[in-house]
């Protein structure tokens, strides 16, 4: 098939093509009805039940392509939109907006040490090495800090003359967490979730310097806002699936008061008389991270015959 020639009239929706959102960003889109089938080393693939064709590209260029115009929707990492905003001029304005944030791929994108370094705070690293795939964010960092350094030599030293220090920021695409053991660098600038990689290299954080999740961004110049609207009103109800549990019991009409405290739901419980005389059967949404204590607080306090129901989807307001 002619890719080129079947992208007219389709909203471009930019994913990771790999790495660490790319399992959770598929499974987000089948999960919202988005039917596709990426041939093999294409990077563009046609949805099949609507106008849209996924476009997958580096997590790190998608800020650049959505705030382009070049394509309409993003799913990125907040971290790689805060350094796409790091290289802009000082008087530009991002092109992008942010659409949900979709609560996954938590990390902090942090500055790390060797233990045994001695270093405790991130001002002492001004006027060293240090390596980081986030050059822009990592420059803006050590620039203000290297101001405030010499402004305090200058004060303290009591003349204008004083040594400027210089951090030396170095590019390192990938395995940053080696450059302190090589020699590269004296510290880095890199993203950690777990930080059992950091820990397993010998470095500790001595500074956060943004905190990160996978986020859907559109272009300010989308040329469908009212597919960009669906899109993420689907994903956003995926999102809310994946958060909450239906539960159902059964109980006596006199303790409903005690039962629906217990589950109020999203707006109210869904109540239903039985054909049993003083009985009634409850529905209510509960968040999935509570639904054990709550369990076992309905069957306390006389509730019967409670079933758990798993949600594959929803549109929440």
């Not at 002492?124 to 800090?145: P, Q, Y």
Request: one cysteine or more.
């Amino acid at each position: 098939m002619d890719l080129v020639n079947h992208l007219e009239n389709r909203l471009l929706f930019a994913v990771p093509k790999k790495g660490r959102l790319q399992d959770r960003t598929l499974d987000l889109l089948h999960g919202s009805d988005i039917h596709f089938k990426q041939a093999h080393r294409l990077d563009i693939a046609l949805v099949q039940n609507l106008p849209i064709a996924l476009v997958f590209l580096p997590a790190a260029d998608i800020p650049t392509f959505v705030g382009e115009g070049l394509v309409d929707l993003g799913i990125t990492g907040r971290d790689q939109c805060a350094e796409h905003d790091a290289a802009l001029s000082p008087d530009s304005q991002p092109r992008w907006e942010e659409v949900l944030d979709l609560e996954f791929g938590d990390c902090k994108l942090q500055v790390q040490v060797p233990e045994k370094s001695g270093l405790t705070s991130v001002e002492e690293l001004v006027g060293k090495a240090v390596a980081t795939s986030f050059t822009h964010l990592t420059k803006a960092l050590f620039a203000k800090l290297e101001r405030k350094s010499d402004q305090d030599s200058a004060t303290d030293e009591g003349s204008q003359t004083a040594t400027k220090l210089k951090t030396k920021v170095t590019y390192i695409g990938g395995s940053v967490e080696t450059a302190c053991a090589l020699g590269v660098a004296d510290g880095i600038v890199d993203l950690v979730e777990s930080g059992e990689t950091m820990k397993a290299a010998g470095l500790k954080a001595i500074g956060t310097v943004i905190e990160s999740t996978a986020i859907l961004i559109k272009s300010k110049r989308t040329s469908n806002p009212s597919l960009v609207e669906l899109i993420a009103s689907r994903i956003k109800g995926v999102i809310a699936a994946q958060k909450y549990v239906l539960c159902q019991y059964n109980v006596q009409r006199s303790f409903l008061a005690t039962v629906t405290a217990i589950t109020p739901g999203k707006r109210a419980p869904t109540i239903t008389p039985l054909d049993t005389d003083g009985w009634v059967a409850v529905s209510s949404m509960v968040e999935k991270k509570k639904i054990a204590t709550v369990m076992d607080e309905l069957a306390t306090v006389g509730a019967q015959d409670i079933l758990v129901l798993a949600l594959s989807n929803s549109r929440f307001l």
